[in-house]
């Protein structure tokens, strides 16, 4: 399906690729099912993957706090939020995020430039516009920011404010782009379509349609705002990185069409915008296994070889990085042999360190990813990281798919007693180490990534388990908060099942 840059509204994920959020099962089942689906909607009617549903949800994000990490972070422009004031209430983390993320990169550190236009129950009956159009001019006041997104909300989609008529008025007026991002929670059961409508806006109004020069050694790098490992990767094969959404400027987002390439960390993030680079602008995508591990990172790095045409160096960056780790991942196999770990991330992303754990000696009977995307945007089959996993890694035999349900991950975690987890959305920690289990916040998601990441996983897992036994006397001494039928039960998806059960019946 072709990425359709003529309306300002992003197609979202479960009618662009299938995107499901519940499903449990072997890893090797669900690429199975995933291949046989993408067949189907090229010839059979548009057949999905069997997705089980819920009869609630405990708690979870949605596409407009994507918008906020994404948008949001862009360093010189100024995101509004049109929205009510509870909508902003993740300004407070993403500040703290963005600050990090700014030091790791060392870049000058300074608050994120977020407004919220405040809508109250009056507004919900005559319109927000008015206070939409004056915090753009208070934006463009306080600021002079080089771009201005609008982030819509559930309350604007709901009262129907005509956010693109403001949008284009405005821009007329002060000068600058102003991006309307349609990120209504409520129309997709997915945060990964805010990453989505982010990029969108910005393939549409701000990227040079007319690129002024190819910049030959020039490579986007899609991510989120991890610390800089590309650039000394990238220069092993004479090439400079765009970084790019989070913690750019305005400036580098308009030079993403003169790139040689675009890569990404996590196909989740870096899909939309890639396909869209290449379909819009010319600029090709990269489309290998992402860089965990031997296997994908090799590929990964041939790959981009290809594309820009410097294989030599990259057969010599390969051959000196296998070298260089071999020591140090032989003594990191033997002080792991006998571990058992968990992973609950984000989907793609999961896929990879899954990866990373099984080129430890880790064993990792079981995972939790927050959603599943059957195909990618480029609908090549290189970019299928979960048949990568499988084909190259193993079989994971209990791999969940849910989005960040915490009454289930007792269950999850019940079913294989892993000897710690590795987690970026930190919610789901706490209930780990109530069970004794540590669990390795990856605040920085290019930890694990090339070979470095994996010297560096394997040591970050050594660190955590020397602090096992902290997390054995909390679990003895505090309670959880579930009813012991619940515990007892040990089945995550039963009241998943006994819904669709019900739901079947009334069929």
């Known amino acids: 399906m072709t990425i359709n840059l003529s309306t300002a509204v992003v197609e979202n994920r479960e009618q662009r690729l299938g995107t499901i959020i519940a499903w449990d099962g072997a890893a090797s089942d669900l690429s199975k099912e995933s291949a046989y689906a993408r067949g189907c909607e090229a010839g059979c009617g548009g057949q999905r993957l069997c997705e089980l549903s819920g009869p609630f949800t405990q708690g979870s994000v949605c596409s407009e706090q994507m918008v906020e990490c994404q948008a949001g972070n862009v360093r010189d422009a100024v995101l509004i939020q049109h929205s009510p004031i509870g909508c902003g209430a993740g300004q407070v983390i993403y500040n703290s995020i963005y600050r990090n993320g700014l030091a790791m990169r060392k870049l000058p550190v300074e608050n994120l430039h977020m407004l919220s236009t405040n809508l109250q129950e009056g507004d919900m009956i005559f319109g927000g516009i008015e206070k939409l159009e004056q915090s753009i001019r208070d934006a463009w006041e306080r600021h002079h920011p080089k771009a201005i997104f609008i982030a819509t909300s559930c309350a604007t989609g709901i009262i129907g404010d005509d956010v693109e008529s403001v949008a284009k008025k405005l821009e007329t007026e002060i000068g600058i782009p102003v991006v309307p991002l349609h990120c209504e929670g409520f129309k997709s059961k997915h945060w990964s379509t805010g990453f989505d409508a982010t990029q969108h806006g910005i393939m549409r109004q701000i990227v040079r349609k007319k690129p002024k020069k190819r910049q030959d050694d020039l490579v986007n790098v899609i991510c989120l705002w991890g610390s800089d490992v590309f650039t000394p990767m990238l220069k092993e094969l004479g090439l400079r ?63 981009l070889a290809r594309v820009t045409h410097r294989e030599e160096q990259a057969e010599a960056y390969i051959a000196k990085e296998h070298a260089r780790i071999a020591p140090r991942l032989a003594e990191l196999r033997e002080q792991l042999k006998g571990i058992k770990g968990y992973v609950a991330t984000g989907s793609a992303y999961a896929h990879g360190l899954i990866a990373v754990l099984r080129e430890l000696g880790v064993e990792v009977n079981g995972s939790l990813v927050f959603h599943h995307d059957p195909v990618y945007d480029s609908h090549d089959p290189r970019q299928d990281s979960l048949a990568h996993l499988v084909d190259h890694y193993g079989e994971v035999p209990s791999f969940t798919v849910s989005n960040r349900q915490q009454y289930q991950f007792f269950g999850l975690l019940q079913r294989v007693n892993p000897d710690f987890i590795i987690i970026r959305h930190n919610g789901l920690a706490p209930l780990a180490s109530r069970l004794g289990i540590p669990a390795a916040p990856l605040g920085d998601e290019h930890h694990a990534l090339g070979y470095q990441g994996i010297i560096n996983l394997g040591e970050t897992i050594l660190e955590i388990l020397a602090h096992k036994k902290f997390h054995q006397d909390l679990a003895a001494h505090v309670k959880l908060p579930y009813k012991k039928e619940w515990l007892d039960l040990k089945d995550p998806f039963a009241l998943v099942k006994k819904a669709n059960s019900l739901d079947t019946e009334r069929l």
């Open 241 to 303: 990185v765009n970084y790019v959404v989070d913690l750019a400027t305005v400036g580098e987002l308009e030079q993403l069409s003169e790139a040689a390439a675009t890569v990404g960390f996590c196909y989740t993030l870096a899909s939309y915008l890639a396909a869209g680079l290449e379909q819009e602008f010319g600029v090709p995508e990269v489309k290998a296994p992402q860089p965990y591990g031997f296997a994908g990172t090799d590929a990964w790095l041939r790959e």
